[in-house]
């Protein structure tokens, strides 16, 4: 089954203990991102990937890293996680043809709670 | 940096009414269009997606769109909703010029039986 998935779905933390939520998709898709998601915010894109070892910076990007060593792994680290990371995390991906984005698919979410 | 406006953010309806929800975005240029819906507790499912030719585009449920490059408009329509369309709705661009996905801030949608 062609599916993003997300570990851990959910999580609380305290404030600067390092975390890193993986993200893994099986449809060999070129492109990946991070997204939080905050009422009355909408989502927010936080990092992207192209391809592997290719990371650009989204409209959120403090305060997270990711990284791109495999092409179907994704992984969202907050080195030192703050309360106002409490959020609802989202991981997607999509395939790149011609150049042209298809749709993205979802993970199921992962929310995470610092406190 | 892009903004995508929704201007409805909580939508009430008796089922069998029509469903109109808009969606500007800020973008002079080629844009790739979408609207998602994400059901209570569940993740983000994709409705539609314009990308080029007829302005009109039809997606799953009933669902369809149509994008007005002059008003830089992508409003989402259903002549009729169910008790089962109630849900969060976003819009979503993505221009031309770079490889970021801009959101709007969503509507939720509650139908009435």
């Known amino acids: 089954e062609a599916q993003v998935t997300q570990n851990p779905r959910y999580l609380i933390t305290v404030t600067g203990k390092k975390l890193t939520v993986t993200c893994s998709q099986n449809m060999n898709h070129e492109y990946m991102s991070w997204y939080r998601q905050d009422p009355g915010l909408g989502l927010r894109q936080i990092y992207y990937s192209m391809n592997v070892e290719v990371t650009d910076k989204g409209d959120v990007p403090e305060g997270y890293k990711v990284s791109r060593k495999e092409k179907r792994n994704f992984p969202l680290i907050l080195e030192s996680p703050s309360p106002n990371q409490t959020s609802l995390y989202f991981c997607?991906?999509?395939?790149?043809?011609?150049?042209?984005?298809?749709?993205?698919?979802f993970g199921p979410g992962t929310r995470l709670t610092v406190l | 940096a892009q903004s995508v406006s929704q201007h409805n953010h909580h939508v009430i309806l008796s089922e069998a009414a029509s469903l109109e929800l808009g969606c500007n975005y800020s973008?002079?240029?080629?844009?790739?269009l979408f609207w998602y819906v994400q059901y209570p507790g569940q993740h983000l499912q994709l409705l539609l997606k314009y990308f080029s030719g007829d302005p009109l585009v039809k997606g799953i449920k009933g669902f369809e769109a149509e994008f007005i490059k002059s008003k830089f408009s992508f409003n989402l329509r259903k002549p009729s909703v169910q008790w089962s369309d109630t849900a969060e709705y976003f819009c979503a661009v993505m221009t031309n010029t770079g490889n970021q996905f801009y959101f709007g801030t969503g509507t939720s949608l509650t139908v009435i039986p």
């Open positions: 997607a991906s999509s395939s790149l043809s011609g150049g042209t984005h298809n749709e993205q698919f």
């Open positions: 973008y002079g240029g080629t844009v790739n």
